[in-house]
């Protein structure tokens, strides 16, 4: 597969994202979604597999790419990273909000997991507001069904108004459909998306309004001008960066944007309005509506199971409970990765030492010189034999372990606690695994 003009990037703001397309006319969809909700699974079903992996540029945060055909049509499958939010408080929530926004995509699949939709339908909002080529694929509908767990597909799809399918990714039932969807939503056949509309508090709304429509002057269809009004007054300047970068400085430098810009946000500052409250009324309204929508969609026959999950999240996460619990259990974590590795440790060290004896033997006996001998033995492989006798037994036994919590549920609600801590260091909750991670080696 050859890199042609074509086949490099989509005027997409990562500047560098090469994307693998056999012919000019195959579409670029990218796949997103929340972790854990099966949006791998989804995505090997599609490309059978048939994929090229990397790192998005100048970030350690990889992608992988695929392509499938449907209907005699070629699709590019850009499997862009796990996000609860496009509100971008790490490298993998901005590397996905950059794709949907400024890669200029044919059209952005969410992948959701029916057992949980009131928390999913955060991230297809924030998906719709920037672009109406939306495909919402609810996925987990095997589970859900365990759950006796109902979700009105057709419902959901007229409360949104975009295209919504439901799908059990891991036996590949309703893949087919989706890719109908998807398929309909790059030819734009048929009447135009009218996507639900967030609606915000009646100050930010009279300042979107303001301000949207000298952006819909200078920026025509490129960007969703309500979408951008509303990420310029909340004054993210990572986005304002990268938007700059995607129109061109001179644009948001116009004073026909700026002068609005400014009211705009005098205009909120004088109804009580910061940066902080902003994104609050921003976050709340996005809750709201997923709320609003689900109370219509879904239904339980086991009203139990959601008060019992909220009950979990009381004790692990609340400031009495949350954090002797995740104390204890990372302190034991730690002492089963140290103590369980002391043994195994002196073993491979006892065996690879031992080996190593003989390699300077065999040396001898064929009469090397002693110089390729300290180099190859004493050196090169004697770093190697302690590298893995210190190494690989901890490592062997505490990302087992951290795989269990995570499947568990445990992790995620590790950051959350920590998260409120860590941003006071600009860092966020996420990097108190990694951190976890450096201490094993440390210890």
């Given amino acids: ?50 994929q090229h992996t990397g790192n998005w540029p100048g970030k350690t945060v990889a992608n992988a790419q695929g392509r499938c055909e449907h209907g005699g049509r070629g699709f590019v499958m850009v499997d862009i990273p796990g996000s609860y939010s496009l509100m971008a408080h790490s490298a993998e929530e901005e590397v996905a909000r950059d794709f949907i926004c400024f890669g200029d995509p044919d059209a952005v699949v969410v992948v959701c997991d029916a ?64 890719m109908d969807a998807v398929d309909k939503a790059t030819q734009r056949s048929g009447p135009p998306a009218d996507p639900v509309q967030i609606l915000y508090a009646p100050a930010v709304e ?16 490129r960007i969703n001008p309500r979408w951008l009004a509303l990420r310029l007054l909340e004054g993210d300047d990572g986005l304002i960066q990268s938007v700059r970068q995607y129109l061109g400085g001179s644009v948001l430098e116009d004073p026909a944007v700026q002068e609005p810009l400014r009211k705009a946000r005098k205009r909120l500052e004088d109804a009580g309005f910061t ?37 979990i999240d009381r004790i692990l996460t609340s400031k009495a409970t949350g954090f002797p619990i995740m104390i204890a259990l990372l302190a034991c974590i730690f002492w089963l990765t140290i103590a ?31 110089f390729l001998c300290d180099m190859l033995v004493h050196g090169a492989y004697r770093t190697l034999a302690w590298v893995v006798s210190v190494m690989l037994p901890p490592m062997a036994i505490f990302f087992p372990l951290f795989t269990l919590l995570e499947d568990l549920g445990y992790l995620p609600r590790v950051a959350f606690n920590l998260d409120r801590y860590f941003k006071k260091c600009s860092a966020c909750g996420k990097q108190s695994l990694t951190m976890c991670m450096g201490l094993i080696i440390l210890l």
Wanted: charged share 25%; with cysteine.
């Fill in 115 to 178: 057992t949980c939709l009131e928390r999913n339908l955060n991230l297809v909002l924030q998906t719709i507001e920037i672009t109406p080529h939306t495909v919402v694929c609810v996925n987990l509908m095997d589970e859900a069904r365990k759950k006796k767990i109902h979700v009105d597909i057709d419902e959901l799809s007229r409360q949104l108004g975009v295209p919504v399918t439901a799908a059990a990714a891991r036996s590949g039932k309703g893949l087919d459909a989706l």
């Fill in 206 to 221: 009279q300042a979107i309004s303001e301000l949207e429509l000298p952006l819909r002057e200078c920026c025509g269809s």
């Fill in 1 to 50: 597969m050859g890199l042609t003009s074509g086949s490099t990037g989509r005027k997409a703001v990562d500047e560098g994202l090469v994307i693998h397309r056999e012919t000019p006319q195959d579409r670029v969809i990218a796949l997103a979604g929340n972790p854990n909700v099966g949006k791998s699974t989804v995505f090997n079903g599609l490309t059978r597999m048939n």
């Fill in 340 to 370: 369980g590795a002391n043994l195994p440790s002196q073993w491979l060290s006892a065996g690879l030492f031992w080996i190593e004896e003989r390699l300077a033997d065999f040396f001898c006996w064929i009469g090397a010189p002693q």
């Fill in 275 to 311: 940066e902080q409250t902003l994104r609050d009324e921003i976050v709340s309204s996005l809750v709201r509506q997923a709320e609003r929508i689900c109370a219509h969609v879904v239904e339980s026959a086991d009203r139990s199971y959601s008060s019992r999950d909220r009950k």
